[in-house]
């Protein structure tokens, strides 16, 4: 028999998906009565069946408690995080082929002591540097290899303690407080134990203020 999700589940399923809604509960400016009369026609399609609208506010106001806050675990990975800021990035991506792998690995190993970071999808390869090496990249490939050029960006770069590794959450966490500044996650890549995240130059003070709030109030939670 298959199991059918409950008003609860889905509930807790929709507040997820919305960063507005999250925000509003977590601020405590929320109006749940509200929120429910949002919610009731997507869970009644779900569950093919009509909802009483105070069973949908019970259900946000349940969900709303632990929604987006972070474990105690999480937290103290949060709080011995550093954060440190580049400016003038450039991501490019380019057609990912044999030759243009090659390549790409070929500029990361010579420039081991630049910024630049590679990442492979399927299609493509993306790479994330400095200005500064734009002329010395853009040279190593055709124009018809190139598929996107962006420039005037920012790199925030988050180190965190080795714990990331195996704790789920921690980078969601980053993401989620930039998202809830409507800032747009241009790229992100995690390496070992750092989470790079790319967003326009224009957005990199408030992107910056809002992770740094994020390891501050950590850091007050967990003072050891």
Not at 45 to 53: A, D, M, T
């Amino acid at each position: 028999m298959v199991k059918t999700k409950s008003v609860s589940e889905h509930t807790r399923e929709l507040l997820e998906e919305d960063i507005a809604m999250q925000d509003a509960i977590e601020r405590r400016y929320a109006n749940y009565s509200s929120i429910a009369r949002i919610l009731k026609p997507k869970i009644e399609e779900r569950l093919g069946r009509k909802v009483l609208p105070v069973s949908i506010i019970t259900s946000v106001k349940r969900a709303g408690h632990g929604l987006m806050q972070p474990t105690s675990q999480i937290r103290n990975i949060i709080a011995k995080s550093i954060i440190n800021v580049r400016s003038d990035v450039v991501k490019i991506s380019i057609e990912k082929t044999r030759r243009t792998v090659d390549l790409a690995r070929r500029l990361l190993s010579d420039s081991h002591e630049d910024f630049l970071q590679l990442s492979e999808s399927t299609s493509a390869i993306t790479l994330i540097f400095d200005e500064s090496m734009l002329e010395k990249i853009i040279k190593q490939f055709q124009t018809s290899e190139i598929l996107e050029e962006q420039r005037s960006l920012g790199a925030i770069i988050v180190h965190s303690p080795t714990e990331i590794i195996s704790t789920p959450g921690c980078a969601i966490a980053f993401y989620n407080r930039i998202s809830r500044q409507r800032i747009n996650i241009e790229d992100t890549v995690s390496c070992y134990t750092d989470t790079i995240i790319v967003v326009n130059m224009t957005e990199i003070a408030r992107a910056f203020g809002a992770l740094t709030d994020l390891v501050n109030e950590a850091r007050i939670s967990n003072p050891d």
